[in-house]
């Protein structure tokens, strides 16, 4: 408090905050004036937007999305609703004002009567004039009355009389406006908003500089830089100053509470040791599991009264009540020593090989009954791996995209990883290529993953954490799939897993700091006792061994393997992990040559292992690399990188065009095929314009959040959407995210360079996704689950220990009790999403029958167009074309001919766009006159259309031969 104060009361502070005052009246003294180019990146500090539709959306003054304008002199643009509102912070205009739009009318192809609408325009609340647009871009001035300037901020609100839409374009559209000038004759004057955020800036920056720089004087230069760019800033660009400080204070204040995060480092510990440690939070535990026990005897009782007896709920609050009630010393007794038995080697590793053994065995029973390998990418694994069983290659037979035009429909696979076939190809050589043998390594990776798991957890936390997180972890209906699909996912799991523990037994130099939880009896004592002999690790800084005692030249060399196959597995994932895995090791190694007396020299040979961990992984990468090399050398034209992916050019479609469909547009330039005006690349964004860019990556900062934040849900203001969003999206589920995030504060006590290594390994994987690339799938974030399950797992067992602790032990069976059932709250709700997905892929029956009729009634080499190309060829081993999307029918012929297409397919489990391309394949195949013929049409089952298969006519509509 006096460092505080002697802060506030510091003489370069108090000048300062004189300076930054005097220098924002002196900012305000030449007239107001300020350009805002409407559509252009930033536009949206000043007019809100909104690509919906509906009246709500233009009462509420939002603008539709920007545009590339050609005709337009600024190039971009973008349309009024019936009312729109700009707002100009900060301008501080008096005297006489002028406003001017730079604005268009409705087009002379406007379904509408001729006249233009009128704009009425109003400023502050006040009416200060209308204008009339023409079809083409002219100026319209506005003169404001000083009346209407109140205040330093200027809000403008549009209101037009009419608007028009077309039928290729359902918005109601008002006018198009790409500029706004502003320009005052008076003298300016200074909002007290602005003035005082400059003071704060000030105020912020020196604080945070004192710190940092130890040196007032420097502090007071660098505050003084702050303040008169700032002030700078509103001498040339008013408004953008002013609708940029409160981001300036923010990123201020996020500077201030990392220099003084030491002092905030420490207040965060003695929070989070009371929050372990304090008497009150366990008697406060003890009251919840009371009022958790009276709720269930009051819904019980509920029940009873309407006659809706449930037994669960009546038995569960009869079991709580008697526990509370009685609380019988031999019950005690028993749970601490069934709970002490967990920490055993032998029951944790029998309870696990038993657990193990009964969900393989079941996962086994369902993949052998459930045909088929998956979708897409999953069925893609499958054939690749038939191809190399059979000696071809990584090659498929069938096209997926139209980026470019192959010479047929054998062509290299280049999209997913290449991995995965490998690991499935030596049990097809055993067992035939069938969709068991496929999915045998999804088997064996479960399997491991659940031995790791446990060994981390019982090694960091105990065996109990371990044990229970592989439960938590390998019942989620999220790994299921990735059991019964022929996916790379489960596999970079592992690899994934291995390779940030590894480097976390790597990194870690101090020992002595690790905790354990407490136990509450004798025999618990001892065994952790044996325990923590066990998973000691080394003292000396220097020896870089892994808590293992492996010798570190082959530890380094096994990380280095690992780390390259996950790199293999799935290469973006991979390299991501590992970026943040290496940029923690180095902070851990720059923190730990201050141990040393020559820390220069310790440094450097610590560097050594890290070098040779990055070759070891580069080494194993290389041949893929090498491979994505030539094939990029052959077709430069499209896939020019070391990346020989469509993801490269799909990135820029995905998340932006509102369809996914329009992956299968034609887009290759070749023969004058282009519909798309060429090929995706980074300039796309500019067509998408900057409003969906804004909204992709904000709809994946929201995907994340759903995924793995908690839901605080019942919060006021509205707090509860922006913090909760879609709770049935959490991974965990609610009571798992919440029993994760518990976990979190705990490791951060307990851990803390653990939880760094979490955050590090995957968040520059996270901003990938939500920048590049999209992280609205979840199976993009299943390798962070097994961290959640650890953590949710000690958050499990932090609570039964507190329970366990009060008066002697004697609520331990209510602790244990409690502990089950949020277990179980945690493992139940994936159960109905398990038979879910099994019902969603019996769907798909009748596309199955129909690949038995195409298998069993046409040659090997027929070609077939379809919606799911990889499905096909694995199920019936002929070539397939993506159905394009594409109502060109001249072009969808071409295509056909090109790849000698024999036969078309309407499959039931995906079929092509609804709205555009199904309705214009079904008048195509109906029309008679087109020559196709209906050869197969399926039973219908599941009350779905059935599954029909037509022959394209020999002459293929007589379109003329795709050339040069």
Known sequence: MRALLALLFNRHLVVLLAIALFAGLL???????????IGWLGDQLFLPTSEGLGERESDAGRWFGDELTNDAPTGRSRWTRQRALITLPGLGARGDTTLVFLTQGWPSSAQQPLAQPTVDVAVNGLAVGAFMPEDTWQERRIELPASALRGGDLQIELRVSDTFASPADRREKGVRIAQLRVASAGQGAAPPAVLGALALAGLFTYAAATRALRRASAAFAVALGVVLASTAGLLLARVWV??????????????????????????????LDRFTHAPVLTAGLLVATIGWAAYLLLHAAVLAVRGEVFVPPLLLAGVVTLLLWLRPSWMSRAVGRLVAALHTRRVAVTLLAVFLAGWLGYAAWVIAWLPGAGHADYADNAVVARNLAAGRGWVVDYVTQFYMLYDGLTRPQETWPLLQPVWIAPFFALFGPTDLAAKVPNLIFTGILGVLVYRFGARVWDRRVGLTAAILLLTSYLFFVLLINVTSDLGFVVLAFAVVSRVYAWGQR????????EPQNKEQRTENKEQRTENKEPQNPIAWRFSAGNAPLVSIVSLGLLTGLMFLQKPA??????????????????????TTDD???ILLRRLAPVALWTVIAVAVFTPYLARNLALSARNDQVYGSLVYSTES?????????????????????EYGLSETQGLPERSWILRWGFDRVIAKIGVQVKFVRDYLAPAWTGLPFGLSDVLSGHEHLRML???????????????????????????????PYTLFLITYWHANEERYFVALIPWLALLAALALWWLYDRLANIAGGRFAPIGLLLTLVLGWQVVAPSLPKMGQKIEEWQRADSDRLAYTWLRENTVPDAAVMTRVPWQLNWHTERPALMIPKTIDRVRLFQLARYYGVDYLIMD?????????????LDSLVEDSSNGFELVYESPLLYGDRPTVIYRFPADYGNVPELRP
């Open 27 to 37: 900012a305000y003294q030449p007239p107001a004036h300020a350009t805002l180019e």
């Open 242 to 271: 002013a609708a940029l400080l409160p981001w300036l204070l923010l990123a201020l204040a996020l500077a201030l509470a990392t220099v003084y995060w030491p002092l905030l480092g420490r207040w965060l510990v003695a929070l």
């Open 510 to 517: 101090e020992p002595q700091n690790r905790r354990t939880v």
């Open 573 to 594: 994932n991979g390299v991501f992990v590992a970026l943040g895995c290496g940029i923690w090791l180095l902070i851990q190694l720059w923190q730990s040559r201050r």
């Open 599 to 601: 820390g220069r020299q």
């Open 649 to 669: 050019l799909d990135a820029w479609v995905l998340e932006y065009s509102g369809d996914w469909e329009d992956l299968y547009a034609v887009y290759t330039p």
């Open 733 to 763: 589920f609610v009571t798992g995210s919440w029993l994760s995030f518990i976990g979190l504060m705990i490791a951060l006590r307990q851990r803390p360079a653990l939880v760094g290594l979490i955050l590090l390994a995957f968040a």
């Open 908 to 920: 039931v489990g995906k079929r092509p766009d609804t709205t555009q391309v199904q309705p214009f």
